[in-house]
């Protein structure tokens, strides 16, 4: 099946997931929210908890293996996940690490700085910077040449993480991959889906997953719920992505515009930050699947398919895949938020 995702075995891959990830019925929250839902557990990818960054970062870190580097250095927010998992893979192959912690959720205390994916990172080993503006990506990538100049002239081989727009998706090419697995999971389970509800942050997850699909031939709804940034900002950033990623396996551009589904109607008030809807979501989970959610990503993204659901964009009784993208480390960093809603 991977044959029909041209060039990508050309792309360096470091294997850090325990693959395929289980596709879970869930029955009672179905029955809740009137779909029948079905969740991708890509929380279980297996690397230091896991999560979507797995996927993305087994190009990352083949790349760098194939530069010869010795070091990472990578930004994200301070609960970030990412620079979590890229901490974990870079202690299994014995590499250093220098992790940016983006201050972009607004009035958040100690808790939130210390426990959690930061805790996780400390243990792991990483070198921690803070960089104050957490919604200046280019100030932010900027930052990153800063410390990887300063490790080259202590001697070290640095290979940097980029996160604005402007570089080839490379951590996209893991969920075009992840698509081929869910397609083989539905042909072998006799599996239709009308759509997968996914997460739509940097736009890795969602536009590799979409045009992984649509190469494959699959033309369910591919609903992406903004995490970070308006609806209109990233359909941009999406298009820019699917795009891109036809060049860089040197396909033909599959994705149209019109398959490019966003809603950012739970993403208020900004990204990290938990809202009612969002809270309610991560509670109802628990109670009705023992499964949990997280409030910067997966929280949210229930809370858009419930939202879905319920003015019927998403059909009554349709097959829907939630891909679960991991995230639940932060929900420690969350406990004050969390706790006006874990009463009985
Ligand atoms: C990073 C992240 C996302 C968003 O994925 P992108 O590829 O950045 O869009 C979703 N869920 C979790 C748990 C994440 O850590």
Redesign the pocket.
């Known amino acids: 099946m991977t044959s029909k995702f041209g060039r990508l075995a050309d792309y360096a891959r470091v294997p850090l997931s325990i693959l395929p990830t289980a596709i879970e019925a869930a029955p009672r929250l179905s029955a809740e929210i009137g779909v029948n839902l079905l969740i991708k557990r890509d929380d279980l990818t297996g690397l230091a908890f896991g999560?979507?960054?797995t996927r993305?970062l087994e190009f990352y870190f083949g790349a760098a293996r194939e530069e010869g580097a010795d070091t990472i250095v990578i930004t994200g927010a301070v609960q970030?996940?990412?620079v979590r998992v890229a901490a974990a893979a870079a202690a299994r192959l014995g590499m250093e690490i220098h992790i940016q912690a983006e201050e972009r959720v607004p009035d958040m205390d100690a808790l939130y700085h210390q426990s959690g994916n930061v805790l996780l990172s400390d243990i792991l080993g990483a070198h921690r910077y803070s960089y104050a503006d957490g919604e200046d990506e280019a100030g932010a990538d900027a930052a990153l040449q800063a410390i990887a100049d300063k490790l080259r002239a202590d001697g070290k081989r640095p290979y940097i993480v980029p996160l604005a727009p402007g570089h080839p998706p490379l951590?996209a090419l893991g969920?075009v991959l992840a698509a081929a697995e869910i397609v083989a999971q539905l042909q072998a389970g006799d599996m239709n889906l009308d759509a997968v509800v996914i997460?739509?942050?940097?736009?890795?997850?969602?536009a590799g997953l979409l045009f992984g699909l649509r190469a494959l031939g699959q033309n369910m709804d591919v609903h992406g719920i903004c995490?970070r940034r308006n609806a209109a900002a990233q359909f941009q950033r999406i298009g820019n992505h699917c795009r891109d990623l036809a060049e860089m396996l040197s396909m033909e551009e599959v994705v149209e515009d019109s398959d490019i589904k966003l809603f950012d109607g739970v993403l208020a008030p900004g990204y990290g930050q938990l809202n009612p809807a969002t809270a309610d979501a991560i509670v109802l989970a628990a109670r009705c699947e023992g499964l949990f959610l997280?409030p910067?990503?997966?929280g949210k993204?229930m809370a858009g398919l419930m939202a879905l659901a319920a003015d019927q964009t998403i059909a009554p009784g349709a097959d829907v895949l939630f891909v679960h993208?991991?995230?639940t480390p932060a929900l420690f960093a969350y406990g004050p938020q969390l706790q006006h809603w874990t009463q009985p």
């Open positions: 999560g979507n960054k993305q970030s996940n990412y951590g969920y997460a739509s942050g940097s736009g890795f997850t969602h995490v997280d910067p990503y997966t993204v993208t991991g995230g």
